[in-house]
């Protein structure tokens, strides 16, 4: 089953606002990171975190990693229309071997019409 | 900057059929990765290879299989093409061993398994 589940699976921004996601386990992770898909591309890596209460910022992302390592938050301040896309959270899980990556389902970030 | 680039954009294949995607990075990545994307479920690994010549099973690899004969080259092999492989395969490389968090994506291939 899906190791990161992401909240909320969509959502509508109208520009100017404030929009917040979360990606939460039952795993404990070292490492989160925040990736955007825009339609037609591959996803971007957009915030890394590397320890527990770390809070990292990119231009207009803030990204959080929780305290229990079990979650991680990206807030989108001010949006604009070219923030849309799919946004995923994802980091290794420590018992996989090489480290690879386990992604979450992704939250789709649509504009209001 | 990283250039992953993915041989075909849209692919339409029969049941049945074999099937190559092919996936080049020109930034001499050690390892290269691949991936579906579906809807709600995000990105799952297929297959991943450290090396070349080397391949490791991701977390869905049945139905699959990978060829990596050059460092900058990685493809992926459907044997018999099934219509619940219809979906978007992203292939990624990264650089060095260890955590692989800088990965640079190609822009997908959508395949349409009829």
């Known amino acids: 089953g899906q190791q990161l589940n992401q909240s909320p699976q969509s959502m509508f921004i109208q520009e100017g606002e404030d929009v917040s996601m979360n990606c939460t386990s039952s795993s404990i992770f070292n490492t989160w990171l925040w990736y955007k898909q825009e339609p037609g591309e591959g996803p971007v890596l957009l915030i890394a975190l590397y320890k527990a209460g770390e809070l990292t910022s990119n231009g207009r992302l803030t990204a959080q990693f929780g305290i229990t390592r079990k979650d991680s938050f990206l807030n989108i301040s001010a949006s604009i229309p070219s923030d849309v896309g799919i946004y995923f959270c994802a980091g290794p899980l420590i018992k996989a071997a090489g480290n690879k990556l386990t992604f979450g389902g992704g939250t789709r970030v649509l504009v209001k019409p | 900057d990283v250039k992953v680039t993915q041989s075909s954009r849209y692919l339409v294949k029969r049941t049945g059929e074999k099937v190559f995607l092919e996936c080049v990075q020109d930034m001499d990545h050690e390892n290269m990765f691949w991936y579906r994307q579906d809807p709600g479920l995000g990105l799952r690994l297929i297959y991943f290879s450290y090396d070349v010549k080397m391949k490791e099973k991701g977390d869905i690899p049945e139905g699959y299989s990978v060829s990596r004969e050059k460092k900058e080259r990685f493809s992926l092999i459907l044997e018999s093409a099934s219509t619940n492989q219809t979906s978007m395969y992203l292939c990624?490389?990264?650089?060095?061993?260890?955590?692989?968090?800088?990965?640079?994506f190609g822009s997908g291939t959508q395949l349409s398994v009829l």
């Open positions: 990624a490389s990264s650089p060095g061993v260890g955590l692989n968090e800088k990965l640079f």
